[in-house]
Antibody, heavy 121, light 109 residues
Framework: EVQLVQSGAEVKKPGESLKISCKGS????????IGWVRQMPGKGLEWMGI????????RYSPSFQGQVTFSADKSISTAYLQWVSLKASDTAMYYC??????????????WGQGTMVTVSS | SYVLTQPPSVSVAPGKTARITCGGN??????VHWYQQKPGQAPVLVIY???DRPSGIPERFSGSNSGNTATLTISRVEAGDEADYYC????????????FGTGTKVTVL
């Protein structure tokens, strides 16, 4: 079965660092882009950026450039999303999702279950 | 950057047809994908490339795209279709490559 499994929920204080993970199975992680999507409580989906695990080529949405870092370890089929200094406004559900090319466009066809990040003092 | 506008909510009786619109400038020239997100769950791709269904998605889900509006149609609506629905396009000309719509809450009466 093709799936993405994300790490568990996190509760952090403002200023702390955090790295969450997204492990792929059932397919070759290095053959597809992985995207990260934020969903703040009660809000819609926001695209954060993408990473290609084969060479760690990354593209960030301007809204998230400089705020987060994507990385990947292809030896263990895992992508990561990292913060150096969390803010309360980072409280959200974070999804990783596989990007697949469908004839003329990319779509997110496989999603992780999400990682809830709560930042509170 | 490219903007996709959806109605905040759509209400429909069981067995009827729900239509969810996604408005964008000349969206008919782009490929539109649709996602269903049930409460407490991750999104699921239900329509890709305007009107194609991934395996496992019921035929009751269909899509169309023309001009400035794309539409997701759910026929013979069931209680289990109650969810948030998002459209999405890939805008290669923008630095925000992957654009999601504002989302529509479908309520089954």
């Amino acid at each position: 079965e093709v799936q993405l499994v994300q790490s568990g929920a996190e509760v952090k204080k403002p200023g702390e660092s955090l790295k969450i993970s997204c492990k792929g199975s059932g397919y070759s992680l290095t053959s597809y882009w992985i995207g990260w999507v934020r969903q703040m409580p009660g809000k819609g989906l926001e695209w954060m950026g993408i990473i290609h695990p084969s060479d760690s080529d990354t593209r960030y949405s301007p809204s998230f450039q400089g705020q987060v870092t994507f990385s990947a370890d292809k030896s263990i089929s895992t992508a990561y999303l990292q913060w150096v200094s969390l803010k309360a406004s980072d409280t959200a559900m974070y999804y990783c999702a596989r990007l697949t090319w469908f004839r003329e466009s990319y779509a997110f066809d496989i999603w992780g279950q999400g990682t809830m990040v709560t930042v509170s003092s | 950057s490219y903007v996709l506008t959806q109605p905040p909510s759509v209400s429909v009786a069981p067995g009827k047809t729900a239509r969810i619109t996604c408005g964008g400038n000349n969206i008919g020239s782009k490929s539109v994908h649709w996602y269903q997100q049930k409460p407490g769950q991750a999104p699921v791709l239900v329509i890709y490339y305007d009107s194609d269904r991934p395996s496992g998605i019921p035929e009751r889900f269909s899509g169309s795209n023309s001009g400035n509006t794309a539409t997701l149609t759910i026929s013979r609506v069931e209680a289990g279709d109650e969810a948030d629905y998002y459209c999405q396009v890939w805008d290669s000309s923008s630095d925000r490559f992957y654009v999601f719509g504002t989302g529509t809450k479908v309520t089954v009466l």
